[in-house]
């Protein structure tokens, strides 16, 4: 009988490719999404081990309004912080490996080199707080099989997100003032549902040291330079989209200037990091078309 992976959050954007990823696998999963599995709530979470016996959790299941985060940062941590503890508590009872999707926002996001796994942390935001509450709480009580895989800059056909809205924003705006003070990796959903799957796989098969791993694109550019290739690949020009800084943008959360983040960990698994991000939007661009243009 295969092991049966269980994937929180399924209804939002990387939880289905994971499922995608893991249905082209020939893999047994259960889709839960937020209405099917309150992962904050240990009665809801422990049904939900007895009905299926998971043998790993890919928690996809997030706060990920990182603005209103700030005025309800409790409600936030309930999500991203209680509820990846009710999951790793359920996997340590059950014997079971989870796999916690984290975010380049534990990070002070004022470095000038790529931040190592081992890096010292230091959230400025409210969401990067109830973040690093779900890491600690998935790697205190899960030393041995708790794994937190922290990512940034995310995109995918499958929810809203930067690409899409530039897409669109493209075809109503003769220009585009875009923030080019801030650095990150932009990152395929499909590219880091392939890499979790391959970490669920190596963990089960005893290959992969448990602890923290980078799951972000190769290389590194701005949110203008991002939106530059957008429009190159779009097959507009790319001189309509003009550089301006963060203070054009203010928000209630502050965003990291500098969200790069390293990949040595990957070769402990024995597991390649994720590709360039030039080649991956290239490779999913006609699908991120399709799906904003209908």
Known sequence: MSPVWLVTGAGGMLGRDVLAKLAAEGVDAVAADRAALDVADPAAVAAAFAEHRP??????????????????????????GTGPAVLAEACRENGAVLLQ????????????????????????????????????????????????????????????????????????KETL??????????????????????LGRAALAGDAPAGVYHGTSG?????????REIFRLLGADPERVRPTTSEAFVRPAPRPAYSVLGHDRWAAAGIAPLRDWHEALTEAFDALVAAERG
């Not at 043998?55 to 936030?76: G, L, M, P």
């Not at 801030?182 to 979790?196: C, E, S």
């Not at 290389?219 to 939106?227: A, D, L």
């Open 55 to 80: 043998a790993v959790v890919v928690n996809c299941a997030a706060w990920t309004a990182v603005d209103d985060a700030e005025s309800q940062e409790e409600a936030a941590l309930r999500v991203n």
């Open 101 to 172: 999707v984290s975010t380049d926002y534990v990070f002070a996001g004022d470095a000038d080199k790529p931040y190592a796994e081992d890096e010292a942390t230091a959230p400025r935001s409210a969401y990067g707080r109830t973040k690093l509450a779900g890491e600690r709480a998935v790697l205190e009580t899960l030393p041995e099989t708790g794994y937190v895989v922290r990512t940034a800059w995310l995109y995918g056909a499958g929810g809203g997100n930067f690409v899409r809205t530039m897409i669109k924003l493209e075809g109503i």
């Open 177 to 198: 003032d875009v923030v080019d003070d801030q650095r990150g990796q932009p990152t395929w959903t499909v590219d880091l549902a392939d890499r979790l799957v391959a």
């Open 219 to 227: 290389g590194e550019t701005t949110w203008f330079g991002f939106t």
